[in-house]
């Protein structure tokens, strides 16, 4: 069974407008994280936000925000005032168990187009 | 600092040569990831090393791959006998500790078999 959902494999958006990448997600554990990576055409993976499963505020990191729905199982990303730099492909990842080490489960993948 | 380097960044060679490639991790780290990434999908996760041992490796598709890390920083990703199933983009990454949430990644090796 896919542990990571990205059902929308692009999304377009204007020039600073928010966007919302959606992410659904599959596990037993009670204890995991919630990631997002941001990877431009040069191909490196960039963190921008994670999210504990006991974290009781949504996670923000300036322009980022995760929409964390536990009982939904969802954790959607939104990017506000989107900006040109913001195209890029999002993947969605998990890690599961209560230590704080371990792999990541990546998602599909969504790609980002902002107009200007 | 200097974040995490990969080389080559490039590699093509044909089917059933051995290729080995390198990861150098972020001075400090103690873990290690390497995961896979063919064209169109997310990284898939293949070994993890915590120091010198790898503390799990269950992502290694078949006996072919192999990995190390003898001094508990340098890495190198070994597979024996490629096949054009092979190509992608061989990512690694690094973290302050196992215990750290953050994976700092590099740049990956793009592999090709031809």
């Known amino acids: 069974a896919q542990k990571i959902t990205q059902t929308q494999p692009g999304m377009f958006v204007q020039e600073k407008e928010a966007v919302t990448l959606d992410c659904t997600y599959d596990t037993s554990d009670q204890s995991y994280g919630l990631f997002w990576y941001k990877q431009p055409s040069s191909g490196e993976m960039i963190f921008l936000i994670y999210q504990g499963s006991y974290d009781e505020q949504n996670a923000t990191e300036g322009r980022y925000s995760l929409n964390f729905q536990k009982a939904r199982k969802s954790a959607n990303l939104v990017i506000s005032a989107s900006q040109l730099g913001d195209s890029a492909m999002y993947f969605c990842a998990m890690r599961e168990g209560g230590n704080q080490g371990g792999k990541l489960i990546f998602g599909q993948g969504t790609e980002l187009s902002v107009k200007p | 600092g200097a974040g995490v380097s990969q080389t080559p960044s490039n590699k093509v060679t044909e089917k059933g040569k051995y290729v080995e490639l390198r990861c150098d991790p972020i001075?400090?780290?103690?873990?290690l990831y390497w995961y896979r990434q063919s064209l169109g999908q997310g990284p898939e996760f293949l070994i993890y090393f915590q120091g010198t041992g790898a503390a799990d490796d269950s992502g290694l598709p078949n006996d072919r791959f192999f990995a190390v890390r003898p001094e508990g920083s340098v890495s190198t990703l070994k597979i024996q006998r490629t096949e054009r199933g092979d190509s992608a983009v061989y990512l690694c990454?690094?973290?302050?500790?196992?215990?750290?949430?953050?994976?700092?990644f590099g740049p990956g090796t793009r592999l090709t078999v031809t």
């Open positions: 001075s400090g780290h103690t873990a």
């Open positions: 990454a690094s973290s302050p500790t196992d215990r750290s949430y953050e994976q700092y």
